[in-house]
Nanobody, 119 residues
Framework: EVQLVESGGGSVQPGGSLRLSCAASGFAFRLHTMTWVRQAPGKELEWVARINDGGDKTYYPDSVKGRFTVSRDNGKNTLSLQLTSLKTEDTAIYYC????????????RGPGTQVTVAS
């Protein structure tokens, strides 16, 4: 059974930083591109980071480029997301997700971890 479990969320002030982690199990993690997606209150899911199976190629939307950094450890089956220079609009539930469908909403993902950015 595929399992993705996120951790590391919390509440921070604008400009602060957080590091999210995702523990993956039940599949060959090292063979899959992985992503982080988020959902803010009242908004649709949005992808915020993507990393290839080898970990040497990363992609970000303009909204987070330069502030978020995705990484992975294939030996430990873990995915990480470093969030810096956080803004109030980054407030959302963050999910570790395996992009295994054409529809983002159908990607396999974990239960999520809440990130709240407020002064």
């Amino acid at each position: 059974e595929v399992q993705l479990v996120e951790s590391g969320g919390g509440s921070v002030q604008p400009g602060g930083s957080l590091r999210l982690s995702c523990a993956a199990s039940g599949f060959a993690f090292r063979l899959h591109t992985m992503t982080w997606v988020r959902q803010a209150p009242g908004k649709e899911l949005e992808w915020v980071a993507r990393i290839n199976d080898g970990g040497d190629k990363t992609y970000y939307p303009d909204s987070v480029k330069g502030r978020f950094t995705v990484s992975r450890d294939n030996g430990k089956n873990t995915l990480s997301l470093q969030l810096t220079s956080l803004k109030t609009e980054d407030t959302a539930i963050y999910y570790c997700a395996r992009p295994d469908a054409s529809d983002l909403a159908r990607w396999t993902r974990g239960p999520g971890t809440q990130v709240t950015v407020a002064s």
